[in-house]
């Protein structure tokens, strides 16, 4: 198709194109203020968006802050992300009948219509898609969904001082994957988004609301505002491979340390929009005649996780801290072709214990660069 | 058609809680009368038939001599025990008494303390004989509980997760209230199992299903701190249901030597 041109449309327009996304059958998950936070959950109406709510963020704390203006997508990540709905927390895969039949889950036929998908979480959901469905063996569940799913981008313009996407070059734009793609713009009192379309049935559903046809100058002002927003970021990964910095890091002291504030929780991998690992659980009623087969989110930090017959293979936290980080920011390369992590900074914000992953990967590369000295300052031979 | 198999439950030294979450399975319960033989319930029934018994479930902690000839005597009799409830795995709150001189205690509460026949210690059911499994918690989850006596029927392994209660309510979706309110929790180093219960109505979690495996206490006591509990507070959270539960108990030793 022909890219349209960019239109600008106002907070009433995008209360239309929700609106417009309901009124076609999509189920609408969008952010909302709920208990302390903004989460993502269904929305009944555009009159459940954010507006005028901003958020603190810092390791292991995370405060909600009223804002002057009424901007809707001017926070950075809360505690869920989109994979809660794409890859649920909980899911049957089958049941079978007294006959010994089974049946396997067909699914649910949801079209979800995830509104405010910023450059991370679009990153993230990119992942998903390679590492569920990019295989041999594809998750057809969470391969439905995902086909049917719309999403309404943000360009983001307001990290939080938790977020590294500018360094892990996942955002704060977002470049593909979109149906619309939104720039929340208030200048002088004026209240707007510049709206970008990525697919036919993006243009479809923009159609149906007032619009005007954007200048050059909305174009150049909300590119301004995006850059700008990368160089406000809270916080940044070292630029250095962190493939290979991990890969040498396997006996680093850093481990125990990290052990010794680690609460082996699991909350990082729970809230980490990337993290997908699963464990099935059988469960059987009390007549024993209905047997079903259930898939719920599972964690290398869970002592569980490893267990193999007569024990963990990963007793030691600093074990299982290596483990995560390793596989996160290293054998992902190996495994799927790229970095699992996209710079959201929710496993440095909802960690209880406040762990940073990029100070932790700070400091190993510090050492690395220490030893790397002290070996050229050895002499030869 | 082959009998049942029979079911008993048991209490030692506790409050009757955790027989009443049987007893609160009312959508189960006639499926479970219809499953199983309930052989000695004195909760729910008059009926008392002798053993032996596919299935005990035992409750309680043991603090008198009685207890820790009966305890043995069940065991005798059971194929499959289970200790239910905080008193069956770690002591219960009772378990208070170890830390502090019990004769005192009882001078102290009772008019006539010469007719309390008590042990020094609240100890838990694995102390005295060989547990098969064990449901935390005061009280404990009736789903927990339905778990371990449907997998009995069919004979499969339950599924009780050693991991922690964060682990649940994330799986909820519910916003963690340490890190969103400052609200202190127990949850990074308790036992799940309780499905996130004092969490979703936005509470911490009070740790009573337990610490979890290689919990790290030291770790959250900074988080505690810095959520404005002091030293006091700090111990009494953990001197609470499963204040005997040894991780529990080295954390407060710990921390007393620390403050001297």
Known sequence: MNTPAAVVIDRPGLDGLIRGLMADGYQVIGPTVRDSAIVLAELDSPDQLPAGWGVDASPGHYRLRPREDGAVFAHSAGPQSWKQFLHPARQRLWSSRPDRTYTAESGDALRYAFIGVRGCDLAAIGILDTVLAGGAHSDSAYARRRRATFVLAVNCTEPGGVCFCASTHTGPAVTAGYDLALTERLDAGEHGFLV?????????????VPQRRATAGDVEEAQAEVARAAG????????????????????????????????????????????????????????????????????CFEIDFSYLHGGSVRPSVASRYRQWISHKLSTWHDQFGSSGCVGCGRCIAWCPAGIDITAEVARLAEDAGRGQQDVSAQPAG | MPSPPTLAIWKFTSCDGCQLTLLDCEDELLTLAGQVRITHFPEASSEVLPGPYDVSLVKGSITTADEQLRIHHIREQSHVLVAIGACATSGGIQALRNFTDVAQFRALVYASPEYIDTLATSTPIAAHVPVDYELRGCPIDRRQLL??????????????????????????????VMVADGTPCLGPVTHAG???????????????????????IPALVSQLRACGLNEDAIQRAFRTFNAAAPAFIEEVQYRRTQCR
């Open chain 1, 196 to 208: 970008e379309v990525g697919t036919e049935e993006g243009a479809r559903i923009l159609a149906q």
């Open chain 2, 147 to 176: 778990e371990v006596l449907s997998a009995f029927l069919i004979g499969r392994k339950p599924d009780l997760p050693d991991t922690s209660v964060c682990t649940e309510c994330k799986r909820r979706g519910l916003t963690c």
């Open chain 2, 194 to 216: 309780c499905g996130a219960l004092c969490p979703a109505y936005r509470r911490g979690c009070f740790g009573c299903f337990g610490p979890m495996t290689s919990p790290n």
């Open chain 1, 232 to 299: 406000r970021m809270g916080r940044q990964m070292p630029e250095v491979d962190l493939r290979d910095l991990l890969h040498q890091s396997r006996e680093s002291p850093l481990w125990e340390d990290v052990a010794s504030r680690c609460l082996s929780c699991a909350n990082c991998t729970m809230v980490c929009p990337t993290c997908f690992c699963t464990t099935t659980e059988d469960v059987t009623d009390l007549t024993g005649e209905h047997a079903e087969r259930w898939q719920r989110w599972a964690s």
